[in-house]
């Protein structure tokens, strides 16, 4: 099983639409939950980032945190077609002297004008 | 200020040849880190490194090398390449040796065929 699960879609909306993407983990040692967003060939760049359970909003993105269901979502409001992109869940924790960070799948995202 | 460059952006090897993937950041940041990253399977770690002169492996280290030798670069080398070495590669920087403060800061990728 791995640490971190994503489904990888791919997802299609209209313009306009409330966007839900989710990750699941199984480690109970994750402390930071991040989410990055990757446009075609382009490297991810941080979206959101968070380290306690609840929400964080930033504009139209919303993250939440549900550590005891080792689950989390990043909500998109009012979807825009410059929201298509690959989003991909990640999550870290200490190993050793150094951090660990692990990547979900990525979920495709295209949003319809 | 670019942040993190890699080149090339394209490559094309045949079995067996070798080459280096290389990556270069402006930020001064201690941490750098290879990635690859395949259908399905996500971004998975090669290499990393806390700083100049300091390597260690990843998830997924096997037929490649890096060196660290100043700050600012951090090279991939491909011994031998293999067809299961055909994937996008990315070099990632962070300000935060330990990765859980700061974000990571991508390049845009090279994209490599084996054939």
């Known amino acids: 099983q791995k640490e971190v699960e994503q489904d990888p879609g791919p997802l299609s909306v209209p313009e306009g639409a409330i966007v839900s993407l989710n990750c699941t983990y199984s480690n109970s040692a994750f402390q930071y939950f991040m989410w990055y967003r990757q446009y075609s060939r382009k490297g991810p760049e941080l979206l959101m980032y968070t380290y306690s359970s609840g929400n964080k909003e930033d504009g139209r993105f919303t993250a939440q945190v549900d550590k005891s269901s080792k689950y989390i979502s990043l909500f998109i409001r009012d979807s825009q077609p410059s929201d298509s992109a690959t989003y991909l869940c990640?999550?870290?924790?200490?190993?050793?002297?150094?951090?660990?960070?692990?990547f979900g799948q990525g979920t495709t995202l295209q949003v319809k004008p | 200020n670019a942040g993190v460059t890699q080149t090339p952006k394209f490559q094309v090897l045949k079995t067996g040849q070798s080459m280096t993937l290389q990556c270069a950041q402006d930020?001064?940041?201690?941490?750098m880190s290879w990635y690859r990253q395949d259908p399905g399977m996500g971004l998975r770690l090669i290499h990393y490194?806390?700083?100049?002169?300091?390597?260690d492996q990843g998830e997924v280290p096997n037929g490649y090398n890096v060196s660290r030798s100043t700050t600012e670069d951090f090279p991939l080398r491909l011994l031998s390449a293999a067809p299961s070495q055909t994937s996008v590669y990315f070099c990632a920087s962070s300000q935060d040796r330990g990765q859980l403060n700061s974000p990571l800061h991508f390049g845009n990728g090279t994209r490599l065929t084996v054939t």
């Open positions: 930020m001064n940041h201690e941490y």
């Open positions: 490194s806390v700083g100049a002169g300091i390597t």
């Open positions: 990640a999550m870290s924790y200490y190993s050793g002297n150094t951090g660990k960070l692990i």
